[in-house]
Structures are given as structure tokens and as C-alpha cells.
């Protein structure tokens, strides 16, 4: 079964770029019709979907986020990364990585999400 680790560092200083990487076991991220997501939930509130990259290396993003985020994979180690650009410390949460299959396509929907990581704790602070 497929498995899903998050890594990275676990404090950022504000104004600098946010590095996540997840690394995939039991399966490809290039198998067909899977998406590769990319979740957050701050302290005391709800889970954020960020965005994914498709099995065929299509990215999407959540439109609040989307000028500040990049998805990108390597095929050759099995892992997608997530990058946020200018942080502030409203980007504190947990960030999670999570997959789902779906041959209709990208939905950005939680709902949808059917294998997740543990999560990693990102805080934000100088």
C-alpha cells in the first residue's frame, strides 16, 4: 500500500521560501489517474487544501495560494515537493502531503483524499 512521509525543515524565518518534500513508498507518482497533494492546518483551525501534482506532472493550486506556491516532483526518487514564497507567520500548520486517484480529473477536494502522511509542524518566526 502506498505510504507517505513528509520532511523538512521544521522553522522558517519570515519573508523566506517554505521547502516540504514527501516521499512516496508502495507506488509510483507517475501511476495513472493519481494526484499528489499538498494539505495545511494552523493551530486551531481547519485543513487547507494547497494544491497537487498529477500522475502526468500537471500542477494545480488552491487560487489563494496560488501566487505564492509551487508543486513540483522527481520522478527518479519517487517525491513531490511543495515550495510557499514570502512566509509570514500565518503559514504556521501542519503541513501534510496526500493522495487520491480519480479518473475525473483534479477536484481539490479533502474529501477526495485517500492516503495521508503523519504531517509536519512548519512554524513561522525570526
Known amino acids: 500500500q502506498v505510504q507517505l512521509q513528509e520532511s523538512g525543515p521544521d522553522l522558517v524565518k519570515p519573508s523566506q521560501t517554505l521547502s516540504l518534500t514527501c516521499t512516496v513508498s508502495?507506488?509510483?507518482?507517475?501511476?495513472?489517474?493519481?494526484?499528489w497533494s499538498w494539505i495545511r492546518q494552523p493551530p486551531g483551525k481547519g485543513l487547507e487544501f494547497m494544491g497537487a501534482i498529477a500522475y502526468e506532472g500537471s500542477s494545480y493550486y488552491s487560487p489563494s495560494l496560488k501566487s505564492r506556491t509551487s508543486i513540483s516532483r522527481d520522478t527518479s526518487k519517487n517525491q513531490f515537493s511543495l515550495q510557499l514564497s514570502s512566509v509570514t507567520p500565518e503559514d504556521t500548520a501542519v503541513y501534510y502531503c496526500a493522495s487520491y486517484s480519480s479518473s475525473y480529473g483534479y477536484t481539490g477536494s479533502l474529501g477526495n483524499l485517500e492516503v495521508w502522511g503523519q504531517g509536519t509542524l512548519v512554524t513561522v518566526s525570526s
Open positions: 508502495g507506488g509510483s507518482i507517475t501511476t495513472s489517474y493519481y494526484y
